[in-house]
T-cell receptor
Framework: AQSVTQLDSHVSVSEGTPVLLRCNYSSSYSPSLFWYVQHPNKGLQLLLKYTSAATLVKGINGFEAEFKKSETSFHLTKPSAHMSDAAEYFC????????????FGTGTRLTIIP | GAVVSQHPSWVICKSGTSVKIECRSLDFQATTMFWYRQFPKQSLMLMATSNEGSKATYEQGVEKDKFLINHASLTLSTLTVTSAHPEDSSFYICRGAESLVGETQYFGPGTRLLVL
């Protein structure tokens, strides 16, 4: 069984300040982990993915995430928020290579304050 | 990167009618298609998994007779919402996978369904 918990349903940061979106996971196997972003009324866009290679994963738009097995965490960060980052972010876990059943977190809505 | 398209992007229908949503993989062969539903301000919930040429596997609580899934070819899967009701109004998203080994996962842009 697998599950993912996004600890914050809503995060607000000022433009230009760091972003931290938290995610903890549970998996019976070595997990694959992903972060997706969804802008209003749009589909999902893959930000980054971890599949047992380097634990610090760099994604698009300046985002990165670090896989910490000891903490079962995969938090998403960005050094400096931009207004265009305002969106819904989903942490996703898969037990295998990403093509098996994906389990989505409940999402974190990121608001950027001008 | 690979592209998955969905048609229509949005649809409004009357209660009791059926609606068909198409999901196409444009530059790869989708051995497996996953269908998700997303209610407003909620996460994505997997509805069913279909393999080309086989019957779909539905998640618990999803009515297979109401949500008909066809995956007749490696580039096309369809989801038909039969006798739609207002509570079926949702955002439906498909995901295509080229194989069970690898890292392909391509989401469609979604179809917003509003049942009046």
């Amino acid at each position: 069984a697998q599950s993912v918990t996004q600890l914050d349903s809503h995060v607000s940061v000022s433009e230009g300040t760091p972003v931290l979106l938290r995610c903890n996971y549970s998996s019976s196997y070595s997990p694959s982990l992903f972060w997706y972003v969804q802008h209003p009324n749009k589909g999902l866009q893959l930000l980054l993915k971890y599949t047992s290679a380097a634990t610090l994963v760099k994604g698009i738009n300046g985002f990165e995430a670090e896989f910490k097995k000891s903490e079962t965490s995969f938090h998403l960060t960005k050094p400096s928020a931009h207004m265009s980052d305002a969106a819904e972010y989903f942490c996703v876990v898969s037990d295998r290579f990403g093509n098996e059943k994906l389990t989505f977190g409940t999402g974190t809505r990121l608001t950027i304050i001008p | 990167g690979a592209v998955v398209s969905q048609h229509p992007s949005w649809v409004i229908c009357k209660s009791g009618t059926s609606v068909k949503i198409e999901c196409r993989s444009l530059d790869f062969q989708a051995t497996t298609m996953f269908w998700y539903r997303q209610f407003p301000k909620q996460s994505l919930m997997l509805m069913a998994t279909s393999n080309e040429g086989s019957k779909a596997t539905y998640e618990q609580g999803v009515e297979k007779d109401k949500f008909l899934i066809n995956h007749a070819s490696l580039t096309l899967s369809t989801l038909t919402v039969t006798s739609a009701h207002p509570e079926d109004s949702s955002f439906y998203i498909c995901r295509g996978a080229e194989s069970l080994v690898g890292e392909t996962q391509y989401f469609g842009p979604g179809t917003r369904l509003l049942v009046l």
